[in-house]
Nanobody, 127 residues
Framework: QVQLVESGGGSVQAGGSLRLSCEASGDASGRFCMAWFRQAPGKGREGVATVGRDSTTHYAESVKGRFTASKDNAENTLYLQMNSLKAEDSAMYYC?????????????????????WGQGTQVTVSS
C-alpha cells in the first residue's frame, strides 16, 4: 500500500511559478513510477508529467518547456516545478503512483493505468 500527500498548490498570477511536492509513504520503493495529473472543473483527468523508476521523464505537450518533474528517491518525494504559468493551467493537481516493471511500457497519460492517488492540491492562475 502506498500513501501520497501533495502540497505546494496556491494562487499565482499568469507568468508566475509554483512548486508542487508529493510525499510517498508505505511501499514507496524504487520499483514505482510516479506522475502528476490535473483536472479542471468539467474536464477529464489529464496527464501532466511522469517520472519512471529510472528517472526518465515524459510531459504533456501543453506543459513542455514550462514544467519540470523530478523525484528524490532518498526522500520518496515527487516534485513538479511549474514556470510561466497560464490561466489554463488552473486545476486540481494529483500525484499518482504504480509499480513499474523494468523496461515496462504503458500509456502513462491514461489515469486508469495508475493505482495509487493523492487527495490533490489546487492551483489557480489568474490572468
Amino acid at each position: 500500500q502506498v500513501q501520497l500527500v501533495e502540497s505546494g498548490g496556491g494562487s499565482v498570477q499568469a507568468g508566475g511559478s509554483l512548486r508542487l511536492s508529493c510525499e510517498a509513504s508505505g511501499d514507496a520503493s524504487g520499483r514505482f513510477c510516479m506522475a502528476w495529473f490535473r483536472q479542471a472543473p468539467g474536464k477529464g483527468r489529464e496527464g501532466v508529467a511522469t517520472v519512471g523508476r529510472d528517472s526518465t521523464t515524459h510531459y504533456a505537450e501543453s506543459v513542455k518547456g514550462r514544467f519540470t518533474a523530478s523525484k528524490d528517491n532518498a526522500e520518496n518525494t515527487l516534485y513538479l516545478q511549474m514556470n510561466s504559468l497560464k490561466a489554463e493551467d488552473s486545476a486540481m493537481y494529483y500525484c499518482a503512483s504504480r509499480y513499474c516493471a523494468p523496461n515496462g511500457n504503458f500509456n502513462w497519460a491514461n489515469y486508469l493505468n495508475w493505482e495509487y492517488w493523492g487527495q490533490g492540491t489546487q492551483v489557480t492562475v489568474s490572468s
